[in-house]
């Protein structure tokens, strides 16, 4: 059963920059696994924020953005305000009988 | 303005069914994939299924394969999951999503609660 890994959690200062990793039990994340970022704030539906490793949709602040770092997804928020406190999930394509699997979640602390 | 609409869910005991509905707006609807996507309470997202823009081609995580089955009706503009023997395991809010076609997915709906409890 494939396993994708993010960390559970993460607290980062007001104004700081602060990276969130997906790993996937399968080995080495690439641009093929088409890497997307979910932000969940409690009692709200998810919000998608990045797709295909990198790409913003068109109500994605500037300060998110997603890369692959280090075998891994990432996505990296810089200047964090108070408001992106939230949990945020990555998601992996795998294509097969069971296309889509997602990480665990990353609460991230604003304090 | 893409709008999805999700509604059906309630409380049903364990062995029963339930059928959820997701109303879309907003985009052609049959261009595009659609997911369903479940969040048990207090846990994170679980993938559960996804069909074909066309309704051809259908996929289900192993923890519903065979007691699950979504389709839809692009003449009405809607996503549907139909549950069978159910377990009190798939007490969770259900959101459907849509496919973004190239590697992602973009808009949610609200979400649906299905409670299954004796």
């Known amino acids: 059963q494939t396993v994708v890994t993010q960390e559970p959690s993460l607290t980062v200062s007001p104004g700081g920059t602060v990276t969130l990793t997906c790993a996937s039990s399968t080995g080495a994340v690439t641009s093929g696994y088409f890497p997307s970022w979910f932000q969940q704030k409690p009692g709200h539906a998810p919000r998608a924020l990045i797709y295909?490793?990198?790409n913003k949709h068109s109500w994605t602040p500037a300060r998110f953005s997603g890369s692959l770092l280090g075998g891994k997804a990432a996505l990296t928020l810089s200047g964090v305000q108070p408001e992106d406190e939230a949990e945020y999930y990555c998601l992996l394509y795998y294509g097969g009988a069971q296309p889509w699997v997602f990480g665990g979640g990353t609460k991230l602390t604003v304090l | 303005e893409v709008q999805l609409v999700e509604s059906g869910g309630g409380v049903i005991q364990p062995g029963g069914s339930l059928r959820l509905s997701c109303a879309a707006s907003g985009f052609t609807f049959d261009d595009y994939a659609m997911h369903w996507v479940r969040q048990a309470p207090g846990k994170g997202l679980e993938w559960v299924s996804l069909?074909?823009?066309?309704?051809?081609?259908?996929y289900y995580a192993d923890s519903v394969k065979g007691r699950f089955t979504i389709s839809r009706d692009n003449s009405k503009n809607s996503l549907y999951l139909q549950m069978n023997s159910l377990r009190t395991e798939d007490t969770a809010l259900y959101y459907c999503?849509?496919?973004?076609?190239?590697?992602?997915?973009?808009?949610w709906g609200q979400g649906t609660l299905v409670t299954v409890s004796s």
């Open positions: 069909i074909s823009g066309d309704g051809g081609s259908t």
């Open positions: 295909s490793t990198s």
């Open positions: 999503a849509k496919d973004l076609l190239r590697g992602g997915w973009d808009y």
